[in-house]
Each structure stands twice: as C-alpha cells, then as structure tokens.
C-alpha cells in the first residue's frame, strides 16, 4: 500500500445559464419540479457529493461523508459563483474539504482552479488565453484562500500556447487524457519513446519542458477505467468501483505507481443515479482495506517528481477524437441525431472571431483615454466581478484608470470591460459541442455576442456593428427548417431578450400592478429607488402610475423614468414608460392618468396612457420570465379556483357513486375520472402546503384517492412534501428535545413513506445525522425531556423510518 496511490479527479461544471442583461437565471421548465437546471444538477449531484450516505448490507445508512474531502477536484467559476449565491450550504462544504486536504497532505489542496469560462483554449487567441487563466486563478484564490498549484483545462484541450501561459502565472500541473501524450524519454536518454495513442504510462508524473525554457507537470489519468466510470456501469456497486480501481496497478512497474482517473464531476450521481454513493463507499473500501493511498495530485508530486519527459499532441481533448474539431467544424462528433450536421459549427465561431477582432482596436482606442492599459484592465477587471460593490469598483479604477474620472466616464470604463467579458463568454465551450444552432446552449452563446452588439453600439456609436455581425450569423444554416440561420436565430431569440434601463422601467411598471415594492427594490442586477408612486384601484381594474430611478448595479448606468400601467381584468395589461424630464409634465400625466380612471371610461384610460408615453406599449409579454410566471398565476388563480370549485361540487356530489363504481372494478367515466383527479390533487396539494401539516386529513385524502383509483400528480406532490418535511425538520434541528416537534416530524415521515412515489428524505437525513453526531459527540442539549424514554423512543423510530443503522 505505501507505494500505491489512488487519485479520483472529478472535474464539476455547468455552462452559464444566466440571462446576460439580467446576471441571473431565469425558470426553465425543462427542470421541473426544479427552478433550473443548475438547482436541478445541484440537488442530484453537487448536495449530494458533499453529505455522501455509506450503507451496509441491508441498505441502512451507516455514515455520512464529505466527498470532496477524499478525491481531487475543480469548479468552473461560473457555476461555482452560483452555488455560493444560491446553495450556501453546498458551497461552504466545497471550501471546507479544501481545507481539510490541505492539513491532510501538508497543504496540497483537493481542488484545482479551472480556466474562466470554459473557453477551449487551443482556439482562443493569446489575449482570451490570459485573460482566462488569470481570472481563473483569481477566482479560485477568492474561494479557497490560496494560490492554485494545478489548472483543469476546458474539455482537457491543451496547446503549448496554453501551457506556456500557465506556466508564467506558476501552474505546477495540469491532467491530459493519455492521447495528448506524443512522446516520452526516460531520464538520462537521449532518445524519445513513441507513445501517441493512449499508450502512455499514466502512473507516474511527467515533466513537459516548454520552448521559452518553462516547463510544467504533467498528469495524464488512466482512460480505460475513466471511460468505464463515465459510460459503462461500475458505479452499481461501490465495491466493483474500488476494485476497478485497483486493478489500474501492477506488480511489474517497480515505482511508485498512482492509478488516477478523470471524469465530469456530474458523473457521481446526476448522469448516474446514485453515483455519489458509489464513490463514498469506493473510497472507504479502499482505505479500510489498506488497497492503497488516496491522494491528490499535488500531495503525489511533492513525494514523487517527475523522471520522466514528455512531449505532447496539440490540439487534443478528452471529448473529440478529432482534437478540438468538434468546436470549430462538422467532425462527426454529435449526439447522433438521423440526418443532421454540424456544418454551422464553422459560420458561427467565424461569425463570433469577426465581432471580437473587429472590436479589439475600439476597445484599445476608447479604453486608451481612460486606462493606463486598457488590456491590463481587462485583466484586473475580476475582482468586481466577483463583488459588484461601489467600493471594489473604486478600487479598480483608482488601480487601472489613468486618472480621476467623471461619473460618465465611469459608466463607459465598465461598459468597455463588460463588453470584453461577453465577447469571451460567447466563447463557452457548450456553444458548439452539442447538435444544433437553436439549441439552448449555443443560443445562451449568441446571446452573449447580442451584448456585446448593444454594448459596442453604446460604445462605439456605430450601428453597422450589428448588421455585418448578422451577415455573417446567417452562414450558419439550422438542422431545423423552421428555425432558418444565425441571423433568424438572433432575431427570435436575441433580440426580443435585449434590455435596457427602460424596459426594466417598464417591468416595475407592469408587475406594480400586482405586489407592492418598497422605496429602494432590486430587480435582478438593477437598483430601483421609487421617488413617487400612485396606485389607483375599481373591482378588477387598477392602474399604476409613478417616477423611479433605475441604476445598473453592473455598469452604474443611471435613468430617471416615469411610468403608468393598467390592468383591466385577466391578461389585459398595458402600460408605458418614458425618461423623466420635468415635475410639471409629470404632474400633468399623473392628473389626466387620474381622471381618466375615475371617469370610468377605461378606454379614455388607455388612450391617456398611449398619449402620455407614446406609440411604444408593453404588456405581460416585456415581463421577465419568474415574475412574468408568479402574475399569470395571480391572474389564473381566481380562475383556477372556479374551475376547482365546479369540479369539487361535481366529486362531492357523486363520490359515493364514483366510489361503488370503482369498488366492483368499473371504469369511471371520463368527467367524473377528472373531477376525481382535479379534486384529490388540489385537496392533497394544499394540506400539505398549509401552515401546519395534518397528517390525518392527507391519509383520509390519500385513502379516498386509493379508493376511486386516481392518478396522483407525483412530481408536484412529492416536492410540496419534500418541501414541508424539510422545514419542519430544520425546526426540529435547531430545538432537538422538543419533543412535540420530535414527534410530528417523525409522524410525517411516516406519512411520506406510505404515498405510492418515493419522498426525498436526503435533506432530512442530513438534519437527523447532525442531531445523532451531537448526540454522540457528549453534544446533546440540556433540557427538560431531552434524555427521557419517550423522547429516545422517538428519536430511534424516527432513524429507523429515515433508513438510518441505529446502534
């Protein structure tokens, strides 16, 4: 064992989903029950690694463990700056893990930074190269208080150019797929070993000399069983997992050997269930069983340098056996979709090359009046992306600006950096690597090059930007007939997404008609400061009228608006806005908005609305999508409620018959099945979702659904259920020896286990596990009742129906 080591690199991202005029990512339904897909990944895979359930034969939790503690890994920036806004919890035992591995093997951390925004960095240009591996590096000390030894490159896809500018930033190593490997001498040769192929020894480290006299370590992970781990089925059981990994050793090589492999992140427990189960109790097995030391690379490179030499194969990656072709051209690298091509692949990246050149002298020219160096800037420009506080701003520009600038100029000096980090975000890797042009992720990358167009166009006052971009964006032809090229692609998909301080205007005009917002609001990245607002209501009619301030937390652009809104009833909304421009025209449409309502004639109303911000109108359709989707709630639940009410009437008054009938295994007809259904589901879904949960009227709801054979809504009740079981759980948690929420949570999950889909008991393991180490730990609370049978009886029921080994 001591001359054996086992290393499990797991590398963890997400493409950027967020909307680039809004920093944030917005509903998307293909996640259900899930808000989106990053929250959806998270609670399969990134929760889950970092409280990891070890069970025994019978399928009892034995343990619960930190993944990321025991294996090596890297975050892509982007996803891991959502997890620290949006899942705390997570994140916080991401850094800890780090933490731990670093007292464990004398400062080598687990994890590796990663580059930016996950740019395949062979087809990048030198600028985008440094720019990527420098806030990379920035990034990863922001979150883990150190300095990074090694760098996960995007898709593993590498070019001396690469390496050579990780080098000058001091990246000790990096990990390649074994075919990138060309060539090696052993030391004191002369001569070099062909090992191109795959045919490299990946048990060793490799010391990769670079033309400018740098030189970086290199790692190349075992791809046999990587690709068993990722696409074959060693992750059903733990223990064929482990011994998979043992088998990577062998008893010829007489050095110190490190069996190390390499998948996506995603792989223990999103892209296969229970993945992460897999690994937890792999990792023990291994230890336990002295098989072997787990390890990570910087610890194994410490204790064994590298010997031998090794030369690479540029313009390789781990995910196309053409090399990097799969993000510049129609190699046959797809998802195997009948009768459809890549061919755009080539347009699109030339289109986005065009925009970036075409660009780069503007930049130089405009950011030169108000940088010392406007490249350098963008450089530095980190920081305030990962804090968009006035002071770091400030300090940014007392560090890069060439001298005090105006308030203007503020605004332009961001702008010009922003335009920069969206012309690489364009570049994320997920833009070409799955099928189609109209496909979500290469229309998230077009929507980066959109804002970059509308902020060259502020910029650079040129208006021809834009068109010859879109020329060059109709080259690339879709798969689906439909969706047309590039420039139908921006045009539906683009276009209607671009923002400015005006449309957010009209966005607190609109949703002012349905929630009440406080004197200073934040709608996603905008500060919103209400310096008037009048609210006038009649039966279903209302209207909004008022003046605000909107702010630009990104780009501290600024504009003073007036707005007015109506609602007349159900879907129909209307309303405008216009920049402010003096207190007696204010007035004056504040007045005639005023009578207008009050004279009752809505269509006078309209009308004054129209006169009062012009031709240009917005409605529900200008809304951005999670508020678009919380007021068409609003709006249909009244109508809901009718429909429910129609159906309850119908269920009750026919529910013995429906009941008779289902008894002697009849049909029901179709309109009671749906009043059956509708009733049922609606009744479940609100005693579950109501203050306290009533564990008795969701058994007699769930009995009456056995009885007359209704299909449950699974998915939504489920996580309603998941949803209330967690928070009660978390009040237990933190008053453990109360034993009257002892006993409800404990009788609620007793409930969840009899409903006819399985409830999600992950989160409230984790809460029952913290309680159990305290318990075990001489940590226990003192109070009244806490060390009673009663409440001991309960607390062991409640493990048992949790699935936990209780001792």
Known sequence: MNDRYVCIHAHFYQPPRENPWLEAIEIQ????????????????CYAPNAAARILDGEKKIVDIVNNYSKISFDFGPTLISWLEAKVPRVYKAIQAADRETCERFNGHGAAMAQGYNHVIMPLANQRDKETQILWGIRDFEYRFGRYPEGMWLPEAAVDIETLETMARHKIRFTVLPPHAAKRVRPPGKKEWKDISGGRID??????????????????????????????????????????????????????????????????????????????????????????????????????????????????????????????????????????????????????FDWLRDTLAPKFEQAG??????????????????????????????????????????????????????????????????????SGL????????????????????????????????????????????????????????A????????????????????????????????????????????????????????????????????????????????????????????????????????????????????GSVSYSLKLLFRDEQRKILQIILNSALEEAESSYRQLYDSRAPLMRFIAAHGIPLVRHFQAAAEVTLNAELRRAIEGESLNVDLVRALMEEARAVHVDLDGATLEFALRRKLESMAEEWESQPCDAEKLTSLEAAIK?????????????????????????????????????????????????????MRMS
């Open 202 to 351: 990946p048990s060793r480290a490799y010391l990769c000399k670079l033309p400018s006299g740098q030189s970086i370590v290199l790692f190349f992970f075992d791809g046999p069983i990587s690709h068993a781990v990722a696409f074959e089925n060693i992750l059903m059981r733990g223990e064929d997992f482990a011994q998979r990994l043992i088998g990577g050793f062998s008893d010829e090589r007489k050095w110190p050997q490190l069996t190390n492999i390499a998948t996506d992140g995603e792989t223990y427990g999103h892209h296969r269930a229970h993945g992460d189960m897999a690994l937890s109790y792999a990792l023990r097995y291994i230890e336990t069983q002295k098989l072997a030391q787990l390890t990570v690379y910087a610890d194994f490179l410490e204790k064994h340098p590298p010997t031998h030499e090794v030369e690479i194969e540029e313009n390789t990656s781990w995910s196309c056996v053409h090399g990097v072709e799969r993000w510049r051209s129609n190699c046959g690298c797809n998802s195997g979709r009948a009768g459809w091509n890549q061919e755009w692949r080539t347009p699109l990246r030339q289109a």
């Open 751 to 803: 409930l969840a286990r009899s409903f006819p889909f399985e409830v999600r008991l992950w989160e409230i393991q984790n809460l029952y596990h913290s309680v159990l180490l305290n318990s075990a730990n001489g940590n226990k609370p003192h109070a009244a009742g806490c060390e009673g049978p009663e409440w001991t009886q309960t607390f062991r029921s409640l493990g048992d129906q949790l699935g």
């Open 498 to 613: 671009v923002i400015d301080l005006n449309k957010v205007g009209a966005h607190y005009a609109i949703s002012s008609l349905f929630e009440s917002y406080p004197p200073q609001s934040q709608t996603y990245c905008y500060e919103i400061n209400q310096e008037d607002h009048t609210m006038l209501s009649s039966g279903k009619s209302r209207v909004s009228f008022g003046r605000i301030r909107i702010t630009s937390d990104i780009t501290q652009e600024s504009s003073r608006v007036t707005f007015g809104a109506v609602h007349l009833g159900d879907h129909y909304v209307t309303g405008g806005v216009k920049e402010f421009t003096n207190e007696q025209a204010y007035k004056e449409m504040a007045e005639k908005l005023s009578k207008a309502f009050e004279s009752g004639d809505f269509t006078d109303l309209v009308r004054a609305v129209d006169a009062a911000f």
């Open 368 to 437: 030169g009046a108000l940088f010392a160096d406007a490249w350098r800037a963008r450089d530095q420009y980190i920081p305030v992306i990962l804090n968009r506080s006035r002071e770091t701003v400030d300090r940014f520009l007392h560090e890069q600006a060439s001298r005090e600038l105006k308030d203007s100029e503020l605004v332009e000096a961001l702008k010009l950096m922003e335009l920069q980090r969206h012309l690489m975000l364009m570049y994320t890797s997920c833009g070409w690597f799955f099928d189609e042009l």
């Open 441 to 496: 992720e290469t229309v998230q990358s077009i929507q980066y090059s959109g804002r970059a167009v509308q902020l060259a166009q502020s910029l650079f006052n040129d208006a021809k930007i834009e068109e010859e971009f879109l020329n060059k964006l109709a080259l690339a032809h879709s798969n689906i007939p439909g969706q047309g090229d590039g420039r139908k692609i921006y045009e539906s998909y683009v276009r209607p």
């Open 29 to 44: 339904d293909s996640a259900y029950p899930y808000h989106d897909w990053n929250e959806r990944v998270t609670a399969e």
